[in-house]
């Protein structure tokens, strides 16, 4: 069975930098073909990819957040990894992570992060 | 970077068939993956490549993609299939891989 669970912070200011991280289970991420992505909704919005990460270690990202984002695996302890520096309230958004290469098909419950200060 | 465009709403009445499209120039030569979600639940996959269920998905669901155009097809609607669907495009060549439609809300008149 294939699990995800996004954790962090449910509150960040203004100018921080956000950290999340995805704890998987069900699968590795060294295995080929594998991939975990972060992709974020703001409160009625549509969804918005933000970044993968594959088994061997390519990484993706948006483009309009490139300057902003960095993730990384940790293969041992089955996690991913996300930062975002210079948090503004428009970043206020459910973050989701996701499994999948090319689609999705394993997705975790989500956080809500809210940026205020 | 690629625009995936889908209507905002669509309606249907129970026992109708649903029709949801997403637009993208040329989209007949990618990849076309569908989401659903319910309010305040994550997306669940319903299509991807296309055409294809996974397991557990109802066969009222259904996909094509040809030319400029990508159609989720759900037959025979029930109250349950209310919600909003996204599509997905992905494509390793590009500097933005993966793109998401604005998503449609699906009304169960």
């Known amino acids: 069975q294939i699990t995800l669970k996004e954790s962090g912070p449910t509150l960040v200011k203004p100018t921080q930098t956000l950290t999340l991280t995805c704890t998987f289970s069900?699968?590795?991420?060294?295995?080929?073909?594998?991939?975990v992505g972060w992709i974020r909704q703001p409160p009625g919005k549509a969804l918005e990819w933000l970044a993968l990460?594959?088994?061997?270690?390519?990484?993706r990202y948006s483009p309009s957040l490139k300057s902003r984002l960095t993730i990384t695996k940790d293969t041992s302890k089955n996690q991913v990894v996300l930062t975002m520096t210079n948090m503004d309230p428009v970043d206020t958004a459910t973050y989701y992570c996701?499994?999948?290469?090319?689609?999705?098909?394993?997705w975790g419950q989500g956080t809500l992060v809210t940026v205020s200060s | 970077s690629y625009v995936l465009t889908q209507p905002p709403s669509v309606s249907v009445a129970p026992g109708k068939t649903a029709r949801i499209t997403c637009g993208g120039n040329?989209?007949?030569?990618?990849?076309v993956h569908w989401y659903q979600q319910k309010p305040g639940q994550a997306p669940v996959l319903v299509i991807y490549y296309d055409s294809d269920r996974p397991s557990g998905i109802p066969e009222r669901f259904s996909g094509s993609n040809s030319g400029n155009t990508a159609t989720l097809t759900i037959s025979r609607v029930e109250a349950g299939d209310e919600a909003d669907y996204y599509c997905?495009?992905?494509?390793?060549?590009?500097?933005?891989?993966?793109?998401f439609g604005g998503g449609t809300k699906l009304t169960v008149l």
């Open positions: 069900g699968f590795s991420l060294s295995t080929s073909g594998v991939g």
């Open positions: 040329n989209i007949g030569s990618k990849s």
């Open positions: 996701a499994q999948g290469y090319s689609y999705l098909d394993y």
């Open positions: 997905q495009v992905w494509d390793s060549s590009s500097d933005h891989p993966v793109v």
């Open positions: 990460i594959y088994w061997d270690d390519d990484k």
